[in-house]
């Protein structure tokens, strides 16, 4: 008895372990989804002002 009893006691320190792990995993992928997110809006911001930028360079030199 005393064997498994410390064989279940190695696997449950070795689940605990992984879920520590995958824990601080998840929130450093957390915190570069956000840092991903928030680099995407200011390059869709740029787009949208370079697009705006052309469309207006575009209507100045089409004769009206």
């Not at 320190?13 to 997110?37: F, I, T």
């Not at 930028?53 to 009206?64: F, I, R, V, Y």
Request: net charge negative.
């Amino acid at each position: 008895m005393e064997p498994e009893l410390l064989a279940l006691e190695v696997r449950v320190r070795e689940a605990v372990d992984l879920c520590n792990r995958l824990q601080v995993d998840n929130q450093a992928l957390r915190q570069r989804l956000a840092m991903l997110e928030n680099e995407n809006r200011q390059l869709q911001g740029k787009i949208d002002s370079a697009a705006s930028q052309l469309e207006q360079l575009l209507n100045a030199a089409t004769p009206g």
